[in-house]
């Protein structure tokens, strides 16, 4: 059973920086691309990153570019996303989310983050 745990997430000052993590079981995780969204209050839920498998290909949405840097360590089959000159508008649970074979996604719980001075 798919199984998906962020954490990391709290409240920081605009500019400052925290780090998600998205612990993962019950697949094989470096098989499958992880994908992180978020939502924000009346929002829709969007796309922050992906990373393939290997790691070796990351996908950002623009307004994150530069700023947020996505890894993963398929040894302890997690995977990260570090926030760095974060913005108010960056409030919002952050998920983390597969695709798998089947094409059913899974989602984690999620973890609230907010940027608020």
């Known amino acids: 059973q798919v199984h998906l745990v962020e954490s990391g997430g709290g409240l920081v000052q605009p500019g400052g920086s925290l780090r998600l993590s998205c612990e993962a079981s019950g697949f094989t995780f470096s098989q499958y691309t992880i994908a992180w969204y978020r939502q924000a209050p009346g929002k829709e839920r969007e796309l922050v990153a992906t990373i393939v498998s290997t790691g070796r290909s990351i996908n950002y949405r623009d307004s994150v570019k530069g700023r947020f840097t996505c890894s993963r360590d398929n040894a302890k089959s997690t995977a990260y996303l570090q926030m760095n000159s974060l913005k108010p508008e960056d409030t919002a649970v952050y998920y983390c989310?597969?695709?798998?074979?089947?094409?059913?996604?899974?989602w984690g719980q999620g973890t609230q983050v907010t940027v608020s001075s």
């Open positions: 989310n597969i695709i798998d074979f089947m094409g059913s996604p899974h």
